[in-house]
């Protein structure tokens, strides 16, 4: 039978028929298919698809933009000053727009007090991830890149950063320069290769939002293992 290993599992790559990892884990041999990031459904359809049933259309004005956390991870400092000095530039640099505010299983209970004690009576939306329901969850955070004119997103992850890349939004990449190891890598590539911003932008209010790339591979990558013969 045929096996395709998908992440870098620790075994050498010759113990599978194929494997398909990010570059930044540096694995080698003539049967791996390296990836910018991780595999991921996020293309037109499946943004259209969330975004159609939604209902942040009708409780959102103007353009909204949306904050992706992940948490902490033994690449990043995840701390609860740093997040709370994203908050606070946030609330300083906007316009008053809402911020739709994601959140991912990682991401610490704390983050709801910071967000309440630093952006009270500012316009936002919380999606937080509840562990009780996670179709739910998975489902307002698919609507929140949707509708979303902005991304920022914590660089502690590399699912949350290649679905923010992969919607066709502009997107910061936040803490990059916090990142250690093969996360760093990936940061600087992204940045380096102009698929995302490093940092918040000086001024976050009005002006014409500059683009970044998009990136999405997971098509490319089954027609390519389809062509190869790994599958089908």
């Known amino acids: 039978p045929k096996t395709v290993q998908i992440l870098d599992c620790g075994l050498s790559p010759g113990h599978f028929t194929g494997v398909i990892a990010p570059r930044h884990d540096r694995l080698q041999g003539e049967n791996v298919v390296a990836t910018v990031g991780s595999l991921n459904p996020v293309d037109e359809f499946w943004l259209a698809n969330g975004a159609e049933g939604s209902q942040f259309p009708s409780s959102i004005d103007g353009r909204p933009e949306l904050l992706l956390l992940g948490g902490p991870s033994r690449h990043v400092d995840f701390s609860r000053t740093w997040v709370r000095s994203i908050l606070s530039r946030l609330r300083v640099e906007r316009a008053g727009e809402t911020l739709i505010i994601a959140e991912s299983p990682r991401t ?125």
Do not use: M
């Open 108 to 232: 610490p209970t704390w983050v709801e007090e910071e967000i309440s004690d630093v952006l009270g009576g500012f316009p936002v939306v919380r999606v937080p991830w509840l562990k009780e329901s996670p179709e739910q969850s998975a489902e307002g955070y698919r609507a929140a890149l949707a509708c979303a004119h902005r991304i920022f997103v914590t660089a502690d992850s590399v699912n949350l950063v290649s679905e923010a890349c992969a919607s066709g939004k502009p997107v910061h990449l936040l803490g990059a320069a916090r990142t250690k190891g093969k996360l760093a890598r990936f940061s600087r590539y992204l940045v380096r290769e102009k698929y995302a911003f490093e940092g918040l932008p000086g001024t976050l209010a009005g002006g014409t939002v500059p683009q970044t790339r998009c990136l999405r591979e997971t098509q490319a990558v089954a027609e390519g293992l389809i062509e190869s013969g790994l599958l089908g």
